[in-house]
């Protein structure tokens, strides 16, 4: 779905899972200050929207998500994922309940799938299900922004700020009043600088969540009942994930930047070398330079100097081995 705001000066459109947006409005790193600043905000209006309305919503959420939801105080945001029989990621949502519907955001073009596996498990619940992606744009507010959400638009606030679940007629309103804006480039700066990971980028089809960090922000430990659940609480017990998510400090000399995949080694080893993991998502951030998220097997040394294709990297621990 291609963003109106793609028309705004500047506006150079994003490529792979984000397209349908602006990577950056011609100042990458300016737009990245603003963001770090409290200041402007992001259109992810590519992202999905799902919402779950019915008296028995948070109850039957609550079986089916990793998250402990049934409970879940209205205007309150929350992370959650929907786990294989064998523990590996499949979903990831963004949600937060207004009192009367609950809603998510999802990675672009993963909302038929999640809608499909959902409607499948209603069974007697009274619940209704549905994809409100046409409808509706998410956007995003740094933490900081003093901007005021437009009257009875549903907010999810976090630590990194808030997301608006903005009617799709308002985007460029919306836009028009709370400028500047900023791409998604800078976005994942932001994110990748917070250790962030993403379904798709951080995680593949053997990803559990202890690998990329999301036990206790997505996934609730004094909880059962949901698919997946014995793969986390194994894990958790034995405390032994075979990959563990790190940071990479990036040479700042090379030209390009490692695409996500590329082949991970030691140092010593050269190029050549035994791969030892891959990078997920690299990005050039406005003060630490180029830097990266990347995937390596859980034995691989914390203090090791890796290097990402042919480019010399410098690890700092996320998740420990």
Known sequence: MKSPL?????????????????????????????????????????????????????????????????DLPAGQATEALI??????????????????????????????????????MKFFYRVEVADRTDGFAVVHLPAGSTADAPEGVVVRETAYGRDLFLPRGELEAFAAAHG?????????????????????FETDHRTIPHEVGLIGTAVHLQKGCYRGQETVARVQNLGKPPRRLVFLHLDGS?????????PLRLAADGPDGRQLGFVTTAVRHHELGPIALALVKRNVPVDAPLVAGTTAAAQETVVEP
């Open 254 to 262: 090379e030209v390009s930047l490692p695409g996500h995949g590329t």
């Open 180 to 200: 500047p804006a900023a791409g998604v480039l800078a976005y994942e700066a932001l994110r990748v600088e917070g250790h962030r990971p993403r379904l798709g």
């Open 83 to 120: 786990l294989s029989a064998n523990g590996h990621i499949e979903h990831a949502l963004s949600l937060v309940d207004d009192g009367e519907t609950v809603w998510a955001h999802v990675e672009p073009g993963t909302q038929g799938e999640l809608v499909a596996y959902l409607e499948s």
């Open 6 to 70: 793609l028309s705004l000066p500047g506006a150079v459109p994003a490529e792979g899972r984000d397209e349908g947006v602006a990577a950056h409005y011609g100042d990458l790193f300016r737009e990245q200050r603003s963001l770090a600043d409290g200041a402007g905000f992001v259109d992810l209006s590519h992202r999905g929207v799902v919402t779950v309305t019915g008296d028995d919503r948070l109850s039957w959420l609550h079986l089916l998500l990793t998250q402990h939801v049934s």
